[in-house]
């Protein structure tokens, strides 16, 4: 499937790829910035928050090592969509010759993209709620409105002013959930020891699986195939497509330090300031404790954090519905309309006065189910030199995406198995 020829994209023809300087390909980053922001969702918020309120440093490992999955799967799902020009939903949609075959793995696939829209539109809302007392209905309806605007921006200016809308809300993220580290330090002897992987009981267990089904999501694998293919639309020569994936490593590298920094920041606030305390376990309940433990700022400047994540990160659940749904279905939606469609099930929730929180942690369960479906083919398809030629995984490479994928499937089965059986 790998093809030939020259590489254009928004601007036109990308020159001398091949032989340009390091400095000249600053402006081949950023599609992994853009897959990043599923990273810092409000359900990574959520999980990241407990770990650290309830068990302290104990589960820092399972941040980190979240991270470094995270890093080979989005540069296999990069890899994909930049050798063969296409997505990971339009090569299986192709693969997938029965039709009822292909509808039903969109059904799973289309119910994972609605439980991730689901947790970010509910952030965005409780944010909101936090910060000017809106209802929690009207602040879900405000959040779907403004992430309309930002999808017109990339069906209007196309990708590149989309990323950058995008990157500048990771700005505020980054800073939102940061901060706070700085006034309460977290203790570099425990960071340590947390690097250390054990557990401390059942709810530690569903905890990290938690963390990792909130880090892996099965719509930031379909769409950062996408983004590159929408960035980067006709596959180069072999030599800078070569170049292109090296620039790719480093903006995968870029993207996935920064929502590493921020994840494992958010756990070491709540371990250093908020340990013990109770209600900490609900995003509510966490911004009034930092507001008693840091003060006002840190918890404005947190719940500002919260909105930005639910607005960057529901754009771009938005966008990745979309590609699912042309690329196995063959149909495609206009992003705004599609907008509309995916709202009414967090607006109805939210209407209904159902608990924001609870939510969360079942959106989280949802997405524990579609995780199988988008990592294994994205390995599978990875490791075959008929779809990506002399760009195929190498033996380890595969080994690593087997491994990676083995671990999520098995921690995620617990997570089910724990939350069915009340454990």
């Given at each position: 499937?790998?093809?030939?020829?020259?590489?254009?994209?928004?601007?036109?023809?990308?020159?001398?790829?091949?032989?340009?300087?390091?400095?000249?390909?600053?402006?081949?980053?950023?599609?992994?910035?853009?897959?990043?922001?599923?990273?810092?969702?409000?359900?990574?918020?959520?999980?990241?928050?407990?770990?650290?309120?309830?068990?302290?440093?104990?589960?820092?490992?399972?941040?980190?090592?979240?991270?470094?999955?995270?890093?080979?799967?989005?540069?296999?799902?990069?890899?994909?969509?930049?050798?063969?020009?296409?997505?990971?939903?339009?090569?299986?949609?192709?693969?997938?010759?029965?039709?009822?075959?292909?509808?039903?793995?969109?059904?799973?696939?289309?119910?994972?993209?609605?439980?991730?829209?689901?947790?970010?539109?509910?952030?965005?809302?409780?944010?909101?709620?936090?910060?000017?007392?809106?209802?929690?209905?009207?602040?879900?309806?405000?959040?779907?409105?403004?992430?309309?605007?930002?999808?017109?921006?990339?069906?209007?200016?196309?990708?590149?002013?989309?990323?950058?809308?995008?990157?500048?809300?990771?700005?505020?993220?980054?800073?939102?959930?940061?901060?706070?580290?700085?006034?309460?330090?977290?203790?570099?002897?425990?960071?340590?020891?947390?690097?250390?992987?054990?557990?401390?009981?059942?709810n530690s267990v569903l905890l990290a699986a938690s963390i990792l089904g909130a880090t892996i999501m099965p719509h930031a694998i379909y769409a950062h195939s996408a983004l590159t293919r929408d960035r980067f639309p006709v596959v180069a020569d072999r030599a800078a497509t070569r170049r292109l994936l090296w620039a790719t490593k480093?903006?995968?590298?870029?993207?996935?330090?920064?929502?590493g920094t921020v994840n494992l920041s958010i756990l070491l606030l709540a371990a250093s300031a908020l340990q013990g305390v109770a209600g900490t376990d609900t995003l509510e309940g966490a911004?009034?404790?930092?507001?008693?433990?840091?003060?006002?700022?840190?918890?404005?400047?947190?719940?500002?954090?919260?909105?930005?994540?639910?607005?960057?990160?529901?754009?771009?659940?938005?966008?990745?519905?979309?590609?699912?749904?042309?690329?196995?279905?063959?149909?495609?939606?206009?992003?705004?309309?599609?907008?509309?469609?995916?709202?009414?099930?967090?607006?109805?929730?939210?209407?209904?006065?159902?608990?924001?929180?609870?939510?969360?942690?079942?959106?989280?369960?949802?997405?524990?189910?579609?995780?199988?479906?988008?990592?294994?083919?994205?390995?599978?398809?990875?490791?075959?030199?008929?779809?990506?030629?002399?760009?195929?995984?190498?033996?380890?490479?595969?080994?690593?995406?087997?491994?990676?994928?083995?671990?999520?499937?098995?921690?995620?089965?617990?997570?089910?198995?724990?939350?069915?059986?009340?454990?």
């Amino acid at each position: 499937m790998a093809k030939n020829n020259v590489r254009t994209d928004a601007r036109g023809p990308i020159p001398e790829i091949a032989t340009a300087p390091s400095s000249r390909l600053l402006w081949l980053l950023g599609p992994a910035l853009v897959a990043g922001v599923a990273y810092l969702d409000p359900g990574n918020v959520a999980s990241n928050m407990t770990a650290g309120a309830r068990y302290g440093y104990l589960l820092v490992w399972v941040v980190v090592a979240g991270n470094v999955m995270a890093w080979l799967i989005q540069y296999l799902s990069a890899k994909l969509g930049i050798v063969t020009g296409t997505s990971l939903p339009e090569i299986l949609g192709v693969r997938m010759r029965r039709p009822l075959t292909r509808r039903l793995y969109w059904v799973q696939a289309e119910l994972v993209a609605m439980a991730t829209d689901l947790a970010e539109i509910i952030g965005g809302a409780v944010a909101l709620n936090l910060l000017f007392g809106l209802p929690l209905l009207a602040g879900g309806v405000i959040t779907g409105v403004i992430s309309m605007i930002v999808l017109t921006v990339q069906t209007r200016r196309g990708p590149r002013i989309f990323e950058r809308v995008i990157v500048a809300l990771l700005l505020i993220i980054t800073v939102g959930f940061t901060a706070g580290v700085f006034f309460a330090p977290p203790d570099a002897g425990s960071v340590v020891s947390g690097l250390v992987p054990r557990f401390d009981g059942a709810n530690s267990v569903l905890l990290a699986a938690s963390i990792l089904g909130a880090t892996i999501m099965p719509h930031a694998i379909y769409a950062h195939s996408a983004l590159t293919r929408d960035r980067f639309p006709v596959v180069a020569d072999r030599a800078a497509t070569r170049r292109l994936l090296w620039a790719t490593k480093w903006d995968v590298t870029i993207a996935m330090v920064i929502a590493g920094t921020v994840n494992l920041s958010i756990l070491l606030l709540a371990a250093s300031a908020l340990q013990g305390v109770a209600g900490t376990d609900t995003l509510e309940g966490a911004h009034v404790a930092l507001e008693a433990t840091l003060g006002p700022v840190i918890a404005t400047v947190f719940a500002v954090g919260l909105l930005a994540s639910g607005l960057a990160s529901t754009s771009v659940g938005a966008y990745a519905g979309a590609e699912i749904m042309h690329g196995l279905l063959r149909v495609r939606v206009p992003l705004v309309a599609r907008r509309v469609v995916t709202l009414i099930p967090a607006l109805l929730i939210l209407g209904v006065g159902f608990d924001p929180t609870e939510a969360l942690v079942l959106s989280q369960v949802v997405l524990s189910f579609g995780i199988p479906f988008a990592l294994i083919p994205l390995v599978w398809l990875t490791m075959q030199h008929g779809v990506l030629g002399e760009h195929a995984n190498r033996w380890f490479t595969t080994l690593a995406g087997a491994i990676c994928a083995v671990l999520l499937v098995a921690l995620n089965v617990v997570l089910l198995v724990l939350v069915f059986t009340g454990a």
